[in-house]
T-cell receptor, first 118, second 108 residues
Framework: GAGVSQSPSNKVTEKGKDVELRCDPI?????LYWYRQSLGQGLEFLIY????????KSGLPSDRFSAERTGGSVSTLTIQRTQQEDSAVYLC????????????????FGDGTRLSIL | QKEVEQNSGPLSVPEGAIASLNCTYS??????FFWYRQYSGKSPELIMF????GDKEDGRFTAQLNKASQYVSLLIRDSQPSDSATYLC????????FGAGTTVTVRA
């Protein structure tokens, strides 16, 4: 399995519940990103990890959203007290880092988690 | 995030024709640019990246970059029905800033 793996592929939950989304990046990719794609909203950046650190969390829409990464590999995005506006496809991407620089590295996406809040 | 604008679609072209997609970006300091293809219900798939001014060709795809004009384009030659998808332009300064996408339909 060479690609970015995300689970679950689909999640339906009731408003107010917490959800946890998982991303397993391509082996050797130190950079990991979460994006969100909503109907009519396009793709928006949420958070960037370099190793286990998150130098940029500026895209997280509220304090209900958090993410962590452990062992420089798997990342989880947690949404607490979900709201209907959280319904979207959550996409994870990973890339190599060369010489401390990721800006020239292509990002490869997983298949996403489609989250539906009832 | 940086502003990235794409020509509004949808774009409909006959099979075998050239599809031309355009993108402009706001930050003159941006250095790397990507084109992703996204089929309906699927995740974005990287098809081209370009860092230097000029043209870059890969099979039926050609990316063009003009940093002075802050302009990136993608040409799809000999368009096939399988090219029907939404094409996303992205500027990378460690995080991707995406355009809204242009939906291309190739008519058989």
């Amino acid at each position: 399995g060479a690609g970015v793996s995300q689970s679950p592929s689909n999640k339906v939950t009731e408003k107010g519940k917490d959800v946890e989304l998982r991303c397993d990046p391509i082996s050797g990719h130190t950079a990991l990103y979460w994006y969100r794609q909503s109907l009519g909203q396009g793709l928006e950046f949420l958070i960037y990890f370099q190793g286990n650190s998150a130098p940029d969390k500026s895209g997280l829409p509220s304090d209900r959203f958090s993410a962590e990464r452990t062992g420089g590999s798997v990342s989880t995005l947690t949404i607490q007290r979900t709201q209907q506006e959280d319904s979207a496809v959550y996409l994870c991407a990973s890339s190599l880092t060369t010489g401390g620089d990721v800006s020239n590295q292509p990002q490869h996406f997983g298949d996403g988690t489609r989250l539906s809040i009832l | 995030q940086k502003e990235v604008e794409q020509n509004s679609g949808p774009l409909s072209v006959p099979e075998g024709a050239i599809a031309s997609l355009n993108c402009t970006y706001s930050d003159r300091g941006s250095q790397s640019f990507f084109w992703y293809r996204q089929y309906s219900g699927k995740s974005p798939e990287l098809i081209m990246f370009i860092y230097s001014n000029g043209d870059k060709e890969d099979g039926r795809f050609t990316a063009q970059l003009n940093k002075a004009s802050q302009y990136v384009s993608l040409l799809i030659r000999d368009s096939q029905p399988s090219d029907s998808a939404t094409y996303l332009c992205a500027v990378n300064d460690y995080k991707l800033s995406f355009g809204a996408g242009t939906t291309v339909t190739v008519r058989a």
